[in-house]
């Protein structure tokens, strides 16, 4: 079993950056993936950024790519992200979440759907406005 911990997010206005880190603490230590996802009210949670433990890369969606920037350390127990020229849009609650195990696409790459993520932080709220 496993728990995430998220910590940062918080308000600003357009343009401006936050940052938000997630930490993972339990006795299974099955890694392949750990990043974020988000859900603004009324939509689905969607994928945003995840470093990748087996490629040891990061991986973004188009949204945030060039924005944010995901980071793991050596130990695979936290990922950071770093949001820089936030946007309204960005407005959300921040999941951290953390796969064990490849499940589909490229071996080595991220999933981009939250069911294959099996552990989750409780959320954090990012707010940007304009």
């Known amino acids: 079993q496993m728990e995430l911990e998220e910590s940062g997010g918080g308000s600003v206005q357009a343009g401006g950056p936050l940052s938000l880190s997630c930490t993972a603490s339990?006795?299974?230590?099955?890694?392949?993936?750990m990043g974020w996802f988000r859900q603004a009210p009324g939509e689905e949670r969607q994928f945003v950024a995840a470093f990748s433990w087996i490629r040891k890369a990061p991986f973004y969606s188009d949204s945030v790519r060039g924005r944010f920037t995901v980071s793991g350390d050596e130990f695979k127990t936290t990922v950071r992200l770093q949001m820089n020229n936030l946007k309204p849009e960005d407005t959300a609650i921040y999941y951290c979440a953390l796969a064990r195990h490849y499940h589909n696409g490229i071996y080595g790459n991220p999933s981009l759907r939250a069911v294959d993520y099996d552990y989750w932080g409780q959320g954090t709220q990012v707010t940007v406005s304009s």
């Open positions: 339990g006795n299974d230590y099955a890694r392949y993936a």
